[in-house]
């Protein structure tokens, strides 16, 4: 049996839900959608963690989460796991360890399920600009997700 549920809370950024399936986390967006309450363990957990992020109170994620992508997307995601808070690298940097090209880069970000606990905010252009980002407020809310961990752009 499948379970499904999500909660949505107010952050200084704007309302952010969770959705879960069988206990893992599989999606991190921000929304306009009214805020919702969950019983749900794990999706508290999340919802705490992320609120200590956004209040500058944590550097990393431990939510139990399986996001869905294809092989490529989550190779990609897990490279941007391992760019530590505070740190970003470039599309193209990225695309050389990864033997792939910038752009396929930006579009596993863009289809990136989990914002926040896998940073994609952490990726630049190679000039440091800063470059598309798929979430609710776009390139305002990628620059705001790096002014929390005290990156100057």
């Not at 919702?36 to 999706?43: D, E, R, Y």
Request: charged content about 25%; proline content about 4%; glycine content about 6%.
């Amino acid at each position: 049996m499948y379970i499904n549920d999500e909660i949505i809370f107010n952050t200084p950024l704007g309302n952010i839900k969770i959705l879960s399936k069988d206990e893992e986390i599989t999606r991190i967006d921000f929304t306009r959608n009214k805020t919702k309450k969950s019983n749900s363990l794990i999706l508290n957990n999340a919802k705490i963690q992320l609120k200590e992020y956004i209040l500058g109170k944590r550097t990393t994620f431990d939510i139990t989460a399986n996001p869905n992508g294809t092989n490529f997307q989550k190779k990609v995601w897990k490279a941007l796991s391992l760019i530590p808070f505070g740190k970003t690298v470039s599309y193209l940097n990225l695309s050389i360890l990864l033997k792939t090209s910038p752009r396929a880069i930006g579009n596993a970000c863009g289809k990136n399920p989990l914002l926040i606990v896998i940073p994609c905010h952490r990726v630049l252009s190679i000039k440091g600009k800063l470059n598309g980002f798929s979430a609710l407020g776009g390139i305002t809310t990628k620059k705001k997700l790096l002014e929390i961990e005290n990156i100057k752009i």
